[in-house]
């Protein structure tokens, strides 16, 4: 059982198990002593994000099958760096965002209100 929360104050949920996300490879985008780059953002992936990413050296693409990462594409929901998705959203190109997976300690680095205006159905 988790006991970290979401954005909502409410229970953090899972991001995705398919493919497998989250700093610590659980599905959770949740916060952890060793995650320094804060994977905090349960995303959706756009294509004009995955293209912004690659040009920002982070290839979010290619696959890296050492580290058991497959590889993105558009519509794969992945935990983000806050700092990544805020700079995206500087840039006209934040991917969408499911706030119920993503932990309430984005808000220390974009507000409620930027996560809200790109949150999913």
């Known amino acids: 059982m988790n006991s970290q ?20 490879r659980d599905g959770f ?12 953002v349960c995303a959706v992936m756009t294509a004009e ?5 690659v040009a920002a050296g982070n290839d979010l693409v290619t696959p890296v099958p050492e580290y058991q990462f497959p590889g993105l594409k558009p519509g794969d929901h992945w935990c983000l760096c806050v700092t990544r998705w805020k700079e995206a959203l500087a840039a006209g190109v934040a991917p969408p965002v499911n ?3 993503t932990h309430i300690s984005s808000i220390e680095f974009v507000s409620l209100a930027e996560l809200e205006t790109h ?3």
């Open 49 to 53: 994000f995955l293209e912004f990413s």
């Open 99 to 101: 706030l119920r997976a």
């Open 119 to 121: 949150q999913i159905g």
């Open 29 to 40: 985008c949740k916060l952890g002593k060793s995650d320094y780059g804060l994977h905090l």
């Open 5 to 24: 929360k979401n954005v909502l104050g409410t229970e953090l949920e899972p991001c995705c198990y398919e493919p497998l996300t989250g700093f610590y």
